[in-house]
């Protein structure tokens, strides 16, 4: 356990953690994060961990040949389950990625630091989830290499995509986001780049970085140009944080299957978004910054926030379960009684549900208390717990409520495949390769924002105003 | 730091006349209950209160939130906050009469409570168990309660603090305000249900209690953008408020604004592309008859007018511009009411027909002047600022 607090105040005020560590200097700060990409040697640790990430991607290869070779019938669907695991897996790495877009987006607007140490590596997760979500629709379509028919452009046929279909509004919601995450995250990386050019020694290195940087020389044009499209950028991409989600829960609440058809799945959606998002952030976070010795910068405040934000999205998905459960009951209509409350707690899937209900909704309750939020291991464990349980969440809606048709007569169970956990667990190899090349070759935190921090930086900045 | 505790004069000023036409309107309003238009009455006193119940609620889960993140915003409002979830007395009396309605009145607007209603409904019938009288009366008890004990906390360990100086009192805030916003999310969204959508007791939506929820804080927050200018005349205020926190305030009432947009949004879709009669009864009814001019100054009002003005930075700076498009908002908190409580199918169709009647003016008016008199009367009881929180002391200590 490590120190949590800078001390009491003189009256008894116990401030939160420190965002930054006070000994650090600017030269500590470049060094400690701007070294790990530079280092020649290669840690056994990230080899191995590569390593684990890549053969799982090869399962990804072999799912994704089987599948193109045989089509979408190895897979676990049947009629009526006509979404099965690509639709959950889809939906489960789109939310993972939200984190990374509400940490660089919102937390700059609303002006909170500790958003700068972690907000580098978060982005780079987006992008890296919503790359992993992608493949799912693409390949759901059962023949993936006429996707691009989901894109509205002319042809010849004068045949258009269906506009009033929300999974066309997802093509445009997750395309858009992509862009707008890539040229964040990559605007961002710029004055780092920069500092990477700076320090390499290789010839080839330092040309590959300084190519990157886009001639970044660090005057004051060049901030000032700077900020003002990081804060364009973040305007733009704040509504992107709410509205991918939102859409992706549009694919079902405005159709009228019971358990999908919900006023509240909207925000219930983003918080669940968020949610998953932030216990992904941790799961990686606290692993590595005691591999690579980041305590200094990313501190016990980092991870103080991140579980309160998860403690806070997982109760709004509380709410979200209990308001379902509730008006299933009081609007009397039998349809969402047998789906909500019948089907889902006592029906063939109730173990699902009841795993969805312990990780979701009694997991978080102990992110209430300090120890457990201070107790890394517990909380890492906690984190996944809960990344399970956002997966059973999709699982339970999509599965659940498609399984009983209207008719009696239509039932049918579903169970994903081997194909089907495959592709699913070689996404997660995707996931984790990227993640580990993104580390070897890019400084995972933001050098120049964190050195904002740093007490001297704080001081200059008060001697100016 | 002397004068802590005095209303500048244009406050106190208001608050005299907030009194007179608070009881003057009120009277009148009793006028229309006297010649028998009890249904008009109350549906009209139900807006009202909901008003006065937004501004005094929504005022406490802006604390709640204060407590929780601490920005510099909230160590300006949050005096006038406390002072405003100090009227929950109040709150709790004004809401008697509708009690006293629901039992007494052999047609109450809550259908549901009729005698004899649900002998024929089904839908009542299975709703029983929920919605009758007594349930009504023993929920609305435990909501008050709850509010009664969360307020009492939060105002009394803060008058501790300032009395004191104890930091670990900040602490304890920011402890109570987690639990704090969970308690005040549910018990709203029954009362939202029990008070406004048992109005129709078969309609029904999962998201009814969030919208209630932000257009609570909606209002509180638009309020302190009226209030801090007015405030800061001759009081602590003064010197705490800078452009940049009254820019912050603002930025608050502009991301609100977005997010009343939203959960408005998200019903709407839904309910309008599911296009299930049960569900879409309720848009129905709010589209036809006069209503979708009410509909449509909502949207305007609400949303498009100060969306496209506080997208820009000099209003949200503008202490005299501000404020006016902040009372904008709070005036359109009331079309958003009567749109959403108003709206009642005439006796055996599926149609509504707006009928305007004085009451529902002077009720909400007469409800919003008692109510005001007591918010500039509990803010005159304290210091304007809470200059011994050891956070707000740090506060000080940086630009923003």
Redesign the interface.
Known sequence: METTTSG????????PPDVIDRSETYGSVTNLIGSIPLEPRIRPGWITGFLVGFALLQVMLLSVTYLLVHGTGVWGLNIPVGWGFAIVNFVWWVGIGHAGTLISAILL???QDWRMAIARFSEAMTLFAVACAGVFPVLHTGRPWLAFWLLPYPNSMQIWPQFRSPLLWDVFAISTYATVSILFWYVGLIPDLATMRDRAKNKLIKYIYGTLALGWRGSAWHWHRYEIASLTLAGLATPLV?SVH?IVS?DF????IPGW???????YFVAGAVYSGFAMVLTLLIPLRSYYGLQSVVTMRHIHNCAKVM?ATG?IVG??Y???IF?AW????EYEQFMLITERMTGPYALQYWALIFCNVITPQFL?FRGVRENLVLLWILTIVVNIGMWLERYVIVVISLHRDYLPSSWDMYSGTVWDWGLYIGTLGLFTTLIFLFIRVLPMIAIFEVRMLLPDAQKS??KK? | MNDSGTLPSILTRFQQRSLLVGIAALAASAGALYVGDSTEFYKAYLIGFFLVLGLTLGAMGLLFVHHLVG?AWGFIVQRMLEAATRTIPLVAILFLPLVYHVFTDAHPIYHWAEAGAAAHD??LQ??AP?LNVEGFAIRAGVYFVVWFVLIFLLNSISRRQDET????L??RLGQIS?PGI?LY??TM?FAS?DWAMSLDP?W???????IFVVGQVLSSMAMMVVMVPLARRNTDLGLAITPERFHDLT?LMFAFTCLWA??QL??F???W????P?EVIFFHLRSHGGYEYFAIALVLGQFVFPFLILLSRWPKRSMKWAPRIAAWVLFVRYIDLYWYLMPHPEPGTHEAHLHFHWVHVTAPVGLLGIWFFAFLWNLSKRPMLPVND??WK?KL????
Request: hydrophobic letters at 40%; charged letters at 15%.
């Open positions: 009491h105040n003189q009256a008894g005020y116990v401030p607007l609303l002006k709410v939102t549009f609440a405005v159709s009228v058809h919900t006023t509240i799945f909207p925000p403690l109760l709410y979200g209990s308001m379902e008006i009081y609007s009397g209509v209430w900045e008060e105003a | 920005g089904a839908l299975h709703k929920y100086g104890d930091g670990r900040s602490n987690g969970v999310m549910f969204t249900f078969h029904f939506s999962t998201i009814y209690g969030v930025k939203y959960v998200s019903q879709l839904i309910i592309y599911g296009n299930l049960e050891p956070r740090e200590s940086h630009v923003h």
